[in-house]
């Protein structure tokens, strides 16, 4: 029985506008934006942030050394918020309607302190609450220092959650977490980025 449903954050709960990210840190001056930022899992001087190997500083020197010229943590954290899209208020009215119902809520996700910024803002939902008025608990990659889809970020959050695999849902927009979820045991879900998954994740609670 599914006690526990873990979701991820971009391409679930929020849309991913992966272009907007990639126009914004082109418009910062960095040339070759494209080939560094990915839809799912960041590498470089990206990844090293959200896996926590570097702070948000440290990242704001290195995105200066790579375009060539001084760049502000106002400007690093608007390029990162390029990939914020639209936050469907219907996802948000799932997370609450299914606490609601007895199950907790948590979120896992490959992040940063730029996105978080303004994820866990007052003015994120536009009614003055942050991302974490809607859920049990987070897990963060960059506070964790462990990214998707490595085994050992699920096992630590099933760990912290006392919980079993078989006991949780797993919901991600990324195939390759879906499957390292699926490999500890996890029930999953992959929805597509901006899908209205809200009808059928109540289809697979049935199951």
Known sequence: MIKTIIFDLGG??????????????????????????????????????????????????????????????????????????????????????????????????????????FILSPEFDGKGNALDHYLDALYLSYKMKVMKPDESFFRRVLMAEQVLPSECLFVDDGPRNVAAASQVGMHTFCPKNGEDWTGKIIEELKN
């Open 12 to 117: 679930v709960i929020i849309t991913i506008d992966h272009d907007e990210a990639i126009r914004r840190f082109t418009e910062l001056g960095l040339k070759d934006a494209a080939e560094r930022l990915d839809p799912y899992t960041q590498g470089g001087i990206f990844g090293d942030l959200e896996e926590g190997k570097i702070d948000a500083e440290k990242f704001r020197r290195e995105l200066s050394l790579l375009v060539g010229r001084e760049v502000t943590y106002e400007e690093c954290r608007y390029g990162w918020l390029g990939y914020c899209g639209d936050i469907p208020q219907r996802n948000l009215d799932m997370l609450q309607r299914l606490r609601a119902e007895g199950y907790r809520v948590v979120l896992l996700s490959n992040t940063n302190p730029y996105m978080m910024s």
